[in-house]
């Protein structure tokens, strides 16, 4: 009983001890302003899920403030504000806002956020199916979708299959600025994934060349390996009378390709974009790219890549035995 008492004292006064160990370099009570132009209960569940690690303000439970679990705590707000910092809303343009809202909203759809760790010890920070469909609700009316007339849909469909069939091809298309290729063959490619942007009412589709699959069929994706190639094709989404939605316009293909030495510098990734029918570059300058450096920046410890991999066939095949 006497060896169980001292121990008991000696783990009291380690704890004790440990309290004077505190994670610095965090301001954990500037008051972060509510979004502006957004309906207040988008603002009330955005406040009360997101903001204790992505904006300024803080509200830390008392056990958020004992060592060792400050340190962990602090770690998810220094890399939560990183990613993402909402009191820094109203510094961004009105197109900036709706992407934080489609990637706030993916990011919960798909259990990331809140992180699983940090909404077991705080469950307020969990959002019901209830406040989901309120923030699905309303990033659907950032880019309400119109229903395509007959001569749209026919358009749309004829430029589509000529995309499809390969008719749709270019003598010669110019590299990015910063000297980028365009790669014609990609649509031969196997289709990796899709996403639904609603937020300003595009769909895309990313395809991956035979590096990228192998890479998900060996789950050897963080960092993916020199030699990846993605080809992101963006569409106008165009809404039928029947509420189906399908490929409208084509808008544009963006490349990231892979090779950490020769691309050291824009964060081991080429970057190029071609818009329209004429496939033109995207950028007035070679260093264009900080733009998609950037733009990836919140996906940095995955390699800045956003695409999530579908299932291949021949992964649900090895499934399915």
């Not at 006064?13 to 502006?36: C, E, N, S, W």
């Not at 403030?65 to 890399?79: E, G, M, Q, W, Y």
């Not at 469950?123 to 749209?152: F, G, M, V």
């Amino acid at each position: 009983m006497k060896n169980k008492n001292k121990l008991l004292l000696i783990l009291l006064a380690v704890f004790i001890g440990l309290q004077f160990f505190r994670p610095k370099g965090i301001d954990h009570g500037t008051k972060a302003p509510d979004l502006a132009n957004v309906p207040k209960q988008v603002n009330a569940i955005l406040r009360s899920s997101c903001f204790d690690c992505h904006s300024s303000e803080v509200n830390l439970r008392w056990y958020d403030k004992i060592t060792p679990a400050n340190f962990l705590v602090a770690s998810h707000i220094r890399d939560g504000r990183k990613a993402l910092d909402f009191s820094k809303w109203a510094s961004w343009p009105k197109a900036q806002q709706n992407t934080i809202i489609y990637y706030s909203i993916n990011k919960i759809l798909s259990g990331e956020m809140p992180i699983p760790s940090y909404a077991a010890v705080h469950s307020y920070a969990k959002l019901n199916q209830s406040e989901i469909n309120i923030l699905k609700n309303y990033a659907l009316t950032l880019s309400p979708r119109k229903i395509a007339d007959s001569a749209q849909i026919s358009s749309a469909e004829k430029q589509y299959n000529e995309w499809i069939n390969g008719t749709l091809k270019h003598s010669s298309v110019k590299p990015s600025p910063n000297g980028l290729p365009y790669i014609p063959d990609y649509r031969n490619w196997k289709a990796i994934s899709t996403t639904d942007r609603f937020d300003n009412g595009t769909m895309r589709i990313i395809f991956g060349n035979e590096i990228a699959v192998k890479a998900i069929q060996e789950k050897q994706t963080n960092p993916w390996p020199d030699g990846t190639v993605f080809a992101k094709t963006a569409w106008k989404q165009q809404m039928k009378k029947d509420g189906s939605i399908g490929a409208g316009e084509f808008l544009q293909v963006e490349f990231m390709v892979k090779d950490a030495k020769k691309y050291a510098e824009t964060k081991g990734w080429g970057w190029g974009r071609w818009k329209g029918n004429d496939l033109k570059p995207y950028g007035e300058s070679t260093d264009f790219d900080k733009e998609c450096i950037e733009c990836h920046k919140p996906m940095e410890n995955q390699d800045h890549v956003f695409t999530s991999p579908l299932y291949l066939i021949s992964q649900l095949k090895k499934i399915q035995k």
